[in-house]
């Protein structure tokens, strides 16, 4: 058995026609927060296809 790690700007980049939820605890939003700015920066119709819920939105 294989295991396959995906990044979060692989992912939506390989699914641009969906559309992401990510429901996080605030520890594991602030762990992925780097690989979500990420995505945001690189993929065009990023801002259009996550939606983030969390108790709270880390600033950046």
């Given amino acids: ?3 396959q ?4 700007t ?8 969906d559309n992401f939820i990510v ?3 605030n520890e594991y939003l602030n762990a992925i927060q780097d690989d979500l ?8 119709k990023t801002s259009q296809q996550i939606t ?7 600033k950046n």
């Fill in 52 to 58: 983030v819920v969390s108790i709270s939105v880390p």
């Fill in 5 to 8: 790690s995906t990044n979060i």
């Fill in 1 to 3: 058995m294989s295991s």
């Fill in 10 to 17: 692989d992912l939506i980049s390989a699914h641009s026609d």
């Fill in 23 to 25: 429901c996080a605890s």
């Fill in 37 to 44: 700015l990420l995505a945001f920066e690189k993929v065009e």
